[in-house]
Structure formats: C-alpha cells, structure tokens
C-alpha cells in the first residue's frame, strides 16, 4: 500500500472510482485542513507528481502535531 498527502484544493480533482479505500467525506486530513491522504495499490492516473509514503513513513508523519491533535488531561 502507498500513501500520498494532496492539497485540500485537489480534493475534487481525485477520481475516486481509482481510489477504493476513500470518498471525499473519509479521507484523513491535518488539523488545520490544509491537506488530506489517499492510499492505493496501484498509482491513479490524476497524480502526476506527488511523493509516495509507505505505511511505516504515513505512520510518523500523521503522528505529527500537524495530523494528530493532542489531548489535554
């Protein structure tokens, strides 16, 4: 599985019939809302140029303050 961080802008240029684990209303996002994550097997054609995480990689980043919100105790 690969994983890639898209703009939020991107979000309605994905063509979902490629990306079978997501719609628009499940993808993750950052905190701030600013961007989102879509996983596939095989590339989908509408990326052009985007890096590409494995799952260990997405793990550490999501664990971010950017992607994850702390909880106050």
Partial sequence: MKYIILPIEDL??????????HSPESVRRSINGSKFII???????????????????????????????EIES
């Fill in 12 to 21: 309605n240029e994905v063509e979902w019939s490629e990306i079978p684990y």
């Fill in 39 to 69: 996983k596939y097997e095989e590339k989908p054609s509408f990326i052009n140029e985007a890096i590409e995480y494995s799952h260990v990689e997405i793990l550490d980043i999501v664990s971010s303050s950017e992607w994850t919100q």
